[in-house]
């Protein structure tokens, strides 16, 4: 294990780092990753977090003040965010996608565009009270943590205190912690778009002087580059250790690092069949068939070789036999292009409506196993109303079995 050090040089004692997701600016662009320094009332980019030896804090981040609802402000005018007190124990919850830290006695989350808002607690205000958002009260918290899954947890004095996030289920270590069910303290109301804080059952005999959940704790941050950045309060240093973590799925710095390529499928015959007819034309096809209007471009080998009527019409005894393209008078595109999929793949997917045609089709081109499968569709369709017309179309068309099974 290497130890990486360097020095902080802010004009306030450090509180803490952590890295978040920031998504593209524009559509379609990839999201990036960010690491920030907690120091003071500021927040600090960590500059070279994707790479070792060049680690730097930037300009400071631009804070602003959540838009009361009554404004209608261009983002160019947005109100900034003056903080009152040092931020604390930033951390990321990948369930809000957004940094959530202390503020005095409040809780707030910082969001992608640098909005700061107060979503548990009273900046100055001071109490015990669970509730909804910023009617609820901390005494004094401290180390907070996030379980990644929706909870916010932190310690306060001799208790822990749990924030269920709007718009998440309540996290697995809830359960574990003993919280209420779904996280609700007694008598609290839900409020739509509110954090929840209640109190776990849990009492420590004095003041709690450490929080982690899964393995997390309040104050270090995992770089992207699989190292461990721990903040030294006082003295303004970062430590860097040269861990080579594999990173979480939900972890933030994972977001910066290439997705695994996904196991590729079992290559099956029908499949490959299905693939080659989907790229049609595509220089291969040495015969075309044109239907209805519409022309479909096939392979004479496949053809010969799974249906009776194109192996006795491409045979060497018909005029048809090196001919270039094929017609079918009188036949049904739609149905022709079901029958051409169960050619290549033996199956097709054949909706109610066009069953009887296929049915048609497939008896007329010497396809039995077609012909049974959409006869099957025709007969699970039918009713009080259709049987009748049903038994006149089977009859006409010489479909015996069918004839038989409908007048049972």
């Known amino acids: 294990m290497q130890l990486f050090h360097c020095k902080i040089y802010a004009e306030n004692v450090s509180y803490g780092a952590v890295t978040r997701v920031l998504p593209g600016a524009r559509p379609g662009e990839a999201a990036s990753v960010q690491t920030l320094v907690a120091c003071g009332p500021t927040l600090w980019p960590l500059r070279g977090a994707d790479a070792l030896g060049g680690l730097e804090l930037g300009p400071p981040l631009q804070l602003y003040a959540e838009a009361a609802a009554r404004d209608c402000e261009p983002a160019a005018a947005r109100r900034p965010y003056i903080p009152s007190c040092p931020f604390v124990d930033p951390v990321w919850n990948s369930s809000c996608s957004a940094v959530y830290m202390l503020e ?47 909870s916010l ?59 982690a959940f899964d393995g997390g704790s309040s104050s270090p941050a995992i770089l992207p580059i699989g190292c461990l950045a721990l903040v030294r309060y006082g003295d303004h240093s970062l430590h860097v250790l040269v861990l080579g973590l594999k990173l979480p799925a ?9 997705p695994a390529a996904p196991a590729p499928l079992p290559r099956t015959l029908p499949a490959d069949l299905g693939a080659l007819l989907d790229r049609q034309p595509d220089g ?6 044109v239907v209805g209007g519409r022309t479909f471009h096939a392979h004479r080998v496949l053809l010969s070789a799974r249906s009776d009527y194109f192996k006795q019409r491409l045979g060497g005894g018909f005029v048809d ?88």
């Open 104 to 150: 005095g006695n409040a809780v707030v989350r910082l969001s992608s565009d640098g909005t700061v808002t107060v979503v548990a607690g009273d900046v100055d205000g001071e109490g015990d009270t669970d509730g909804p958002g910023r009617a609820a009260r901390f005494a004094k918290p401290e180390f907070l943590t996030s379980d990644g899954a929706g």
């Open 321 to 408: 036999s090196s001919a270039q393209q094929l017609s079918l008078p009188d036949a049904d595109p739609d149905a022709f292009e079901l029958w051409l999929r169960f050619i290549y793949t033996g199956a097709a997917d054949i909706p109610t409506a066009k069953a009887a045609g296929v049915a048609e089709l497939a008896d007329r081109l010497l396809l039995p196993e077609l012909r049974e499968q959409a006869t099957a569709v025709v007969e699970a369709s039918v009713s009080a109303g259709t049987v009748a017309g049903l038994l006149l179309w089977a009859d006409a068309r010489g479909l015996a079995e069918l004839l038989s099974r409908l007048k049972a």
């Open 250 to 258: 939900r972890h933030a710095a994972a977001a910066g690092q290439p």
């Open 153 to 211: 947890y932190v310690a306060d004095g001799g208790r822990i205190r749990l924030m269920q996030l709007p718009g998440a289920e309540p996290g697995a270590g809830a359960d574990r912690a003993g919280a209420p069910p779904g996280g609700r303290a007694e008598g609290a109301a839900v409020v739509d778009g509110e954090t929840l804080v209640s109190t776990l059952p849990h009492r420590a005999p004095s003041k709690i002087w450490g929080l």
């Open 284 to 289: 291969t096809a040495d015969v075309t068939i």
